[in-house]
């Protein structure tokens, strides 16, 4: 199955100022990813081409970095993954930047009923929740999605009932 999965949120902020956010993923000051309510994206080495790791079951590498621009990821687990997501920055308008995560990919084997029943709604979450988490960073009032039932009751079930809530982001 072939999947093809963007979110994005403009913001009224030059490209510069909201590359930062890539630049920070994985660090100690990560300013993107939602690591309170998530699994941490952690990499073997500093963010840039070649680092390899990933967030909890989600396993990737990095294959191009352009700070401040576009980080692209490719997937190396769970198995059936096949493909890539990253996040960039894309101007938009005069006075305007569109912050966007993509994923696209062919599933294969067990990953054609964890993708639709399990992964894409946990995915959805996660990257809502980290544009949010990307706003707040950037000193705007974050658009904060709720998390579906589904999603709740997927985080409790996989965490063996110890799922953290979703936390409100405020500025």
């Known amino acids: 199955m072939r999947v093809t999965n963007i979110h994005e949120r403009q913001l009224p902020l030059p490209p510069a100022e909201v590359g930062t956010l890539i630049n920070s993923l994985a660090s100690e000051d990560d300013r993107l990813w939602p690591g309170t309510m998530w699994p941490a994206m952690r990499f073997d080495r500093p963010l840039g081409v070649g680092a390899a790791g990933g967030h909890g079951p989600i396993r990737y590498s990095v294959e191009e970095f352009i700070p401040g621009q576009r980080v692209k990821f490719r997937f190396s687990g769970p ?25 696209e990919m062919k599933t294969e084997g067990p990953a054609q009923l964890s993708w639709p029943l399990v992964f894409r709604w946990l995915h959805d979450a996660c990257v809502e929740d980290s544009l949010s988490v990307g706003q707040t960073s950037l000193g705007l009032e974050p658009v904060v999605l709720s998390w579906s039932p589904w999603v709740r009751v997927l985080r409790w079930l996989l965490s063996g009932g110890s799922a953290r809530p979703q936390q409100m982001l405020n500025k």
């Open 79 to 103: 198995r059936g993954f096949n493909g890539h997501h990253w996040f960039e920055v894309l101007p938009h308008g005069q006075a305007s930047t569109l912050l966007r995560h993509a994923l």
